[in-house]
């Protein structure tokens, strides 16, 4: 039973599958536009007006991309070079910080700590230099399922501003949030213009193999980030997007029960990891959950994976390697829950057989 990767193991809406099925038939198989579909960018503008509070012209401030990770990837190739430093939070995506690596960018991490994964201030000022060309901010987050604050968003953006840094915000979560209000960070005055916010596809209709994202930020920096684009993927499936603007039309309703259902899931893992001596650390948002098993139960995070998965057959994701000191997560797993029911059911009863220490 697979609880390591977040690869939404759960059934897409019909209304997205049938708008690709109607574009494959419809023969809308050339490349697209490079910045997306048209009527995909402005529905991207209207979402972004009425659920982020962010206003963007689809022609010129939206950029439709081989998923949010891509996304990334051409921010980072659009702006950075090397020798600059960014600002990263810990625990952390690895797909950011192996961006930034390639990139040859020096990465300056910030830890933040359970269990409600707050950072220190003083950490947060000491990051920013005179070299830090960018802050990265996931929220909801991956793998902690920390959800940023407006007080701490507008911590952040002060000192960008201060340091004239890019805010890159990736919100691919945004939809799935149960204990606190998703904040975009672009609605603050001091992250003006100087903020690209990333979302997509692929958590809210999981969907995560079709690879569909978008960007949403500053012209002269989208308009760079297109280059990249062009060059490295062409454009984003045709078809998929598509199905994706049949996404974007669905009722708010859709995501209220989105919400409902993980969070019902991530309370019958919390109660079954809590049973069998684990201290799950609750997740704001997203559908991950850090759970610690405790020193000397296991040698360390990747022998309780492999353990677990061996004695009882459920895999997990070791918590060392998302920490910027590896040390940090020893004693961490990371568990994913966006399954079917039965599976997640199933791997819960499974769990429940590991003995309390």
């Known amino acids: 039973m697979n609880l390591s990767q977040g690869v939404c193991d759960v059934d897409p809406p019909a209304e997205i599958l049938s708008a690709v099925k109607t574009a494959i038939d419809d023969g809308r198989a050339a490349y697209s536009n490079l910045a997306g579909i048209v009527e ?40 950075l070079n090397p020798g600059d430093e ?125 690879r569909v994202g978008y960007a949403v930020g500053p012209a002269d920096i989208v308009e760079k980030m297109l280059v990249v684009n062009d060059l490295f993927y062409i454009c984003a499936p045709t078809p998929l997007q598509y199905g994706v603007l049949a996404g974007m039309e669905l009722p708010d309703r859709y995501y209220a029960e989105l919400r409902s259902d993980y969070r019902a899931k ?26 610690d098993f405790g020193a000397g139960r296991f040698s360390n995070s990747m022998a309780a994976a492999e353990e ?12 060392a390697p998302f920490h910027a000191i590896p040390d940090e997560g020893e004693t961490q797993l990371r568990f994913c829950f966006a399954k079917r029911w039965d599976d997640l059911k199933e791997a819960c009863r499974r769990l429940g057989e590991l003995k309390s220490p």
């Not at 910030?110 to 005179?130: C, E, I, K, M, N």
Request: hydrophobic residues 45%.
């Open 40 to 79: 995909l960018r402005e529905a991207i503008a209207h979402k972004m007006r009425s659920f982020n509070g962010i206003s963007a012209d689809p022609v010129r401030e939206i950029a439709v991309t081989v998923g949010a990770a891509g996304a990334f990837a051409c921010v980072a190739m659009a702006t």
């Open 86 to 210: 960014v600002v990263v939070f810990s625990p952390f995506y690895s797909y950011y910080t192996d961006t930034l690596a390639l990139l040859d960018v020096k990465v300056r991490f910030v830890a933040t700590h359970p269990p409600d994964w707050s950072y220190d201030s003083a950490d947060l000022r000491d990051a920013f230099g005179p070299k830090t060309k960018m802050v990265v901010i996931n929220t909801p987050s991956n793998p902690t399922g920390k959800v940023f604050s407006r007080e701490e968003l507008a911590e952040i953006a002060a000192l960008a501003k201060a340091h004239d840094a890019l805010i890159v915000s990736d919100e691919i979560y945004e939809y799935i949030t149960f204990d606190a209000d998703h904040v975009s960070v672009a609605t603050l005055p001091d992250a003006d213009n100087r903020t690209i916010t990333l979302s997509g596809a692929s958590k809210a209709y999981a969907v995560t193999g079709w």
């Open 266 to 291: 991530r309370d019958l893992l919390a109660d079954t990891l809590r049973t069998i001596g684990f201290t799950p650390y609750m997740p704001q948002g997203a559908f991950y959950m850090m759970a």
């Open 308 to 319: 677990i998965l061996e004695s009882v057959g459920v895999a997990s994701v070791p918590g």
